[in-house]
């Protein structure tokens, strides 16, 4: 039976594929022998990153990333930021380009992912990125901006836990970008967001592209 630690599941979800045969979960981090380099641009940084089988995407920047990363407004330049579900690190090191003063926390289950977003960090220069598990970041932190594409697959019981333990961590004025995929439930998603959220929060539909919904989630000041 799967179980959740820290809004995020652990279990058997951990070896389970997507449609397309890419892993959202994998157990252990990959050895230096089972990375590739990729060659990326992210909202006009170039950059050449390590990516690795048995992470989400392992062999590019996925459809919805580059949604995201094309849609969503600018990060907010201080202050913490966060990428959730940080797979390799494309959303990550993007925050990190647009916004060198921030601290950009990256959070995952997968340990291989987190191994490959450190090391793209420091590839890139972004100090100030730290990737790691849920229990790296302190309790008090709250998010002056949120990007995220969220593991849908995981199942609508875990995504709803996932994004309600982070979502209420926004700041005050702090906004949250997720890209969701139409047909797996973006739109259902905007209405039950905006129910267990509360009137603290506004939340709607931020840009539509390719199939996705980027959903806008901004806590009142």
């Not at 926390?105 to 291989?112: C, G, I, M, S, T």
Request: proline share 6%; net charge neutral.
């Amino acid at each position: 039976m799967a179980t959740m630690h820290n809004g995020l599941q652990t279990g058997p979800i951990a070896a389970a594929q997507n449609g397309r045969g890419e892993q959202y979960f994998a157990a252990n981090p990959s050895s230096p022998d089972e990375r590739r380099t990729l060659h990326v641009r992210l909202r006009g940084h170039e950059a050449d990153v390590q990516v690795s089988n048995g992470v989400f995407s392992g062999n590019r920047v996925d459809l919805g990333t580059s949604v995201l990363l094309r849609h969503a407004p600018a990060p907010s330049r201080i202050g913490n930021l966060l990428d959730l579900g940080c797979g390799w690190g494309p959303i990550a090191l993007a925050m990190g380009f647009e916004s060198p003063e921030a601290d950009i926390w990256a959070l995952d289950v997968n340990e291989r992912a987190v191994e490959l977003t450190r090391a793209n960090a420091q590839t890139c220069a972004l100090a100030r990125i730290h990737a790691g598990t849920a229990g790296m970041i302190p309790t008090d932190i709250q998010f002056d901006t949120i990007w995220s594409n969220p593991p849908i697959r995981v199942g609508k019981e875990a995504l709803h836990d996932l994004l309600m333990t982070w979502l209420p961590r926004l700041a005050p004025d702090g906004g949250a970008y997720l890209v969701v995929q139409r047909n797996l439930g973006a739109d259902s998603l905007i209405p039950w967001l905006a129910a267990r959220l509360g009137s603290s929060f506004d939340v709607g539909k931020y840009a539509s592209s390719k199939g996705y919904r980027v959903i806008e989630v901004r806590r009142h000041a």
